[in-house]
């Protein structure tokens, strides 16, 4: 499908409607732009003021509005408003400054939203599948109505970034990712669809909030909550064949559980396991661009043993077997450690998802002892602990490496395990630094260093692009080792200069589109592609980009 076909079809959906269906319609209106022509055509005369505007117009008093709200959490619920009333002219703002509104609609202000979701309500977006439609999930999935969707992304909740259980205010990630799908990836807004599995919650505060608007009862667990992710996953496929399933911030267990169970059953991959492996792995590879070091000699130790680092030892681990030794040798160079300190073998309760890491070595509580006495390279961390890379831990790593690479994964801000001017401060300016939410510059010794933003947002546009644009049926861990190579080698050696080891915000949309081709490179020789391969690759997936203008 070319965007002129998409175009026509767009427009054949245009000349259905008429009048108000289209002004109450965010994917056709555009407000005071309609042009005297469309108002005569589309029976809009006399249902909007007597100026047209262009859109760029129409941008400026967005910028003013936007710019006139006290804190962000207003701006995000401004901004949604207009996603709600006009998604071209929401998607422009957003692409017009991805810098300054991603933070907005995204990490960190999304977790806030997350938290108040119930308060802040105005309208529904997406699918509410809750556990009481045990049995009916397929008709509840055929009430969207709307175009069929390309990209679902869907959660439980069950672990809203590293804010914990949020329950059926999950649905804010949901739509937040989807928003990047169309700002990053250039997915057609109109065909995402935002899901959450409302199971119930197990955090009180919100089982006794007024405001909360999920089901009002603990999670349900153990089969009855198996059945019915089954139940989902099954009439995701039978009433959306052709849609790629995104799954979000679910509890780890549930995470690694869930894409072991599906993964080959569709278009189906874990963004917090694959996603941010993807990402990091990217970070990774642009960092020894810089610290001129080399893949299978690096040392790494993971501080956390949730979905995010298993998802990450995996990946590195995969890719570092790439340069040819065994899976098990190359395990041997990644470390874990949890709350009761460094995982070695024989330990007590250790994470069976961790015990391919569980090294022979005599036990270390502490993240400073742990690195003195390991060496690491790389520290990374997606714990959820705000400031436990303390001064310790951050100048033991600067003690044992010229330049280490640090990276502090945990979302939003607030959960970050250090901030950037700390860890720059603490390494006088020595480390690599990235985190997952967003950290301005910062000056140490008269030098600016730049943080990069390690977030899974570099990845997931991108696999969705080449995903629904080449029709692929599969999405496999080679896939995310390419995004990764295609992320690290979009970063200009002006921005290594500075210490940022992820490409600019405004050239995600160009890594989106290498991250297409290089995935759709792979689907193409395995035999996933559900088109044959057109001559023009790179020409063919960037024609199907949306662009929100007029
Ligand atoms: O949403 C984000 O910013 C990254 C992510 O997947 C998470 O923290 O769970
Ligand atoms: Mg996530």
């Known amino acids: 499908m070319t965007s002129l076909v998409i175009f026509k ?44 505007e262009t859109q760029d117009q129409q941008l400026e008093r967005v910028f003013s509005n936007c710019a006139r709200k006290p804190n962000d959490l207003e701006r995000y619920i401004f901004l949604m408003s207009l996603q709600d009333q006009n998604e071209a002219l929401f998607y422009r703002t957003v692409l017009s400054d ?11 202000t999304v977790g806030e939203a997350a938290l108040h979701y119930g308060a802040i309500f105005r309208r529904p977006r997406g699918l509410y599948v809750t556990a009481q439609d045990r049995g009916r999930v397929r008709e509840v999935l055929q009430n969207w109505g709307g175009d069929a969707p390309s990209v679902i992304v869907a959660t439980d909740g069950g672990r809203i970034l590293g804010l914990g259980d949020l329950g059926a205010n999950g649905m804010s990630i949901s739509v937040g990712k989807l928003a990047l799908y169309t700002a990053a990836g250039g997915i057609h807004p109109g065909s995402t669809l935002p899901i959450v599995i409302d199971v119930g919650t197990n955090t009180e505060r919100l089982l006794s909030s007024p405001h909360y608007l999920g089901l009002r009862q603990k999670r349900i667990v153990g089969e009855a909550y198996q059945d019915l992710m089954d139940e989902f996953v099954e009439a ?25 169970r599906y993964r080959d059953q569709s278009a189906i991959f874990n963004d917090d396991i694959q996603g941010t492996a993807g990402v990091t792995l990217a970070g990774i590879l642009a960092a020894l661009r810089i610290t001129d070091g080399a893949l299978e000699d690096q040392r790494v130790l993971f501080v956390g043993a949730g979905s995010a680092n298993i998802g990450i030892g995996e990946l590195v681990a995969s890719a570092i077997a790439e340069k040819g030794m065994s899976l098990d040798a190359a395990r041997k160079q990644l470390w874990f450690m949890d ?17 391919p890491y569980a090294h022979a070595h005599s036990p270390i509580g502490d993240i400073a002892t742990a690195i003195e006495v390991l060496r690491p390279t790389i520290l990374i961390g997606a714990t959820g602990q705000p400031g436990i890379f303390d001064e310790p ?3 033991a790593m600067a003690k044992v490496n010229a330049r280490p690479v640090i990276f502090a994964l945990s979302n939003p801000t607030s959960r970050s395990e250090a901030t950037a001017e700390d860890v720059y401060l603490w390494s006088q300016g020595k480390a690599v630094f990235a985190s997952g939410s967003p950290f301005g510059p910062v000056t140490v010794n008269d030098e ?40 690290a080698s979009g970063v200009s050696e002006d921005a290594l200069k500075e210490g940022r080891i992820f490409p600019a915000l405004d050239e995600i ?9 290089a995935i759709a490179e792979i689907a193409f020789t395995e035999g996933l592609a559900g088109i044959s391969r057109p001559d023009d690759l790179r020409g063919f997936i960037a024609e199907r980009m949306y662009s929100p203008r007029y």
């Open 9 to 52: 079809q767009h427009l054949g959906k245009i000349m259905k409607k008429r009048g108000q269906a289209i002004l109450n319609d965010p994917l056709l209106n555009k407000g005071t732009a309609f042009t005297a022509k469309e108002r005569d055509a589309l029976g809009l005369a006399g249902l909007l003021p007597h100026r047209i």
């Open 98 to 108: 991805l810098q300054r509104f991603m933070p907005i609609i995204y990490t960190p």
């Open 236 to 260: 995701v496929g039978e009433v959306f064949p052709d849609a790629m399933l995104q799954f979000e911030d679910f509890a780890t267990e549930n995470a690694i559980t869930h894409l072991a």
């Open 339 to 355: 709350r009761k300190g460094l995982i070695v073998e024989g330990r007590d309760a250790i994470n069976s998802f961790a015990a």
């Open 393 to 395: 831990v951050v100048a």
């Open 448 to 487: 600016t260093h730049v943080p990069g933003q390690s977030n899974n947002v570099y990845i997931f546009p991108g696999i969705g692009l080449g995903v629904t644009s080449c029709k692929i049926s599969r999405v496999t861990d080679t896939m995310f080792r390419a995004a990764a190579r295609a992320v």
């Open 509 to 517: 949309r160009t890594a989106s589109l290498d991250i297409a081709v």
